[in-house]
Nanobody
């Protein structure tokens, strides 16, 4: 099992940046694919980005390509989401999730979830 704790959310103006962290505890973190998802008020949860175990492959939803970067440091058992050029529509609760399955855009493929961190972008 792995436990996940997100941090780094907050209030930022449009065009600004934030870096989210997903700190993991538990066994063999480096065996897990990690994804970031977000859920805005009144909307369904959506996939944001994912990174494979070694960090060699990353995947992004189209709306964040070129603005967000997912990375990981297995020695620190932490995954990051660097968010630049933030837009009002990026406002959401951001969750990290982990799975031993293949990298996926589908939340149902992830077995472990953090509690979420709020990101609010003011226009």
């Amino acid at each position: 099992q792995v436990q996940l704790v997100e941090s780094g959310g907050g209030l930022v103006q449009a065009g600004g940046s934030l870096r989210l962290s997903c700190a993991a505890s538990g066994r063999a973190f480096s065996n897990y694919v990690v994804g970031w998802f977000r859920q805005a008020p009144g909307k369904e949860r959506e996939f944001v980005a994912a990174i494979t175990q070694s960090g060699g492959t990353t995947t992004y939803t189209d709306s964040v390509k070129g603005r967000f970067t997912i990375s990981r440091n297995n020695a620190k058992t932490t995954v990051y989401l660097q968010m630049n050029s933030l837009k009002f529509e990026d406002t959401a609760v951001y969750y990290c999730a982990a799975t031993l399955r293949l990298s996926s855009r589908y939340g149902s493929n992830y077995d472990y979830w953090g509690q979420g961190t709020q990101v609010t972008v003011s226009s």
